[in-house]
């Protein structure tokens, strides 16, 4: 498994908010409707020791935002900030933050949270692949969907996704397959009109 540490750090303006300086301080009103000034999407991110983030304020805003707050930044760092301090995380998740979002250097951080998971996702290794199952399985219409199956992905939201349609393939091949049911509906009504 992998050690990883999320923070989240919530600032008094909208962190992903570039272009205009007063909506991206304004947090008046009530903005709980996702209207909020700023990227709305996962972010991805290679200048960064976190991957992918999102402000969760504006991703979420039904459980994250909060009138007269702004941006909920969410990052996950991978295992090499595992062994620093939570201040240090934050302190550095923060630097990371307004080098990806320069505007955001003119806003505050007013609260933090880290936590650190020493076992959340599985390490890849080589050689690994064999042991996971594939989707079709021996049974008849028996499959396996989720992201420890055999498919492109690590295990992750995105894997889950790729073993899905990965069933869905499966099934509709089957279904249109010699044995599937469009062939039974076939045999079944030759069947029915060689009876009669």
Do not use: H
């Given at each position: 498994?992998?050690?990883?540490a999320?923070?989240?750090?919530r600032?008094?303006?909208?962190?992903?908010?570039?272009?205009?300086?007063?909506?991206?301080?304004?947090?008046?009103?009530?903005?709980?409707?996702?209207?909020?000034?700023?990227?709305d999407?996962?972010l991805?991110?290679?200048?960064?020791e976190?991957?992918?983030?999102a402000?969760?304020?504006?991703?979420?805003?039904?459980?994250y935002?909060?009138?007269g707050?702004g941006?909920?930044?969410?990052?996950?760092?991978d295992?090499?900030?595992f062994?620093?301090?939570?201040?240090?995380i934050?302190?550095?998740a923060?630097?990371?933050?307004?080098?990806?979002?320069?505007?955001s250097?003119?806003?505050?951080c007013?609260w933090?949270?880290?936590?650190?998971?020493?076992q959340?996702?599985?390490?890849e290794?080589?050689?690994q692949?064999?042991?996971?199952p594939?989707?079709?399985?021996?049974?008849?219409?028996?499959f396996?969907a989720g992201?420890?199956?055999y498919?492109?992905?690590?295990?992750?939201?995105?894997?889950?996704?790729?073993?899905?349609?990965m069933?869905?393939?499966?099934i509709i091949?089957?279904?249109?397959?010699p044995?599937?049911?469009?062939a039974?509906?076939?045999a079944?009504a030759a069947?029915?009109?060689?009876?009669a």
């Open positions: 498994t992998v050690p990883i999320t923070v989240q750090l600032f008094d303006g909208w962190v992903t908010e570039m272009q205009d300086d007063v909506a991206m301080m304004d947090v008046s009103g009530d903005k709980s409707d996702g209207k909020a000034p700023g990227i999407n996962l991805y991110s290679a200048d960064a976190f991957s992918c983030f402000d969760l304020a504006l991703t979420s805003p039904g459980e935002y909060k009138e707050e941006s909920l930044i969410q990052a996950v760092f295992e090499r900030a062994g620093r301090s939570e201040e240090q934050v302190k550095d923060i630097d990371q933050v307004n080098a990806l979002f320069p505007s250097k003119k806003l505050k007013t933090s949270s880290v936590v650190k998971l020493g959340s996702l599985y390490r290794k080589p050689g692949d064999k042991f996971r594939k989707q079709a399985t021996p049974i008849e219409n028996f396996l992201s420890y199956t498919q492109d992905y690590l295990d992750s939201m995105e894997g889950a996704t790729r073993s899905g349609l069933v869905a393939d499966e091949a089957r279904a249109d397959g044995n599937g049911l469009a039974k509906a076939r079944n069947a029915t009109e060689a009876s």
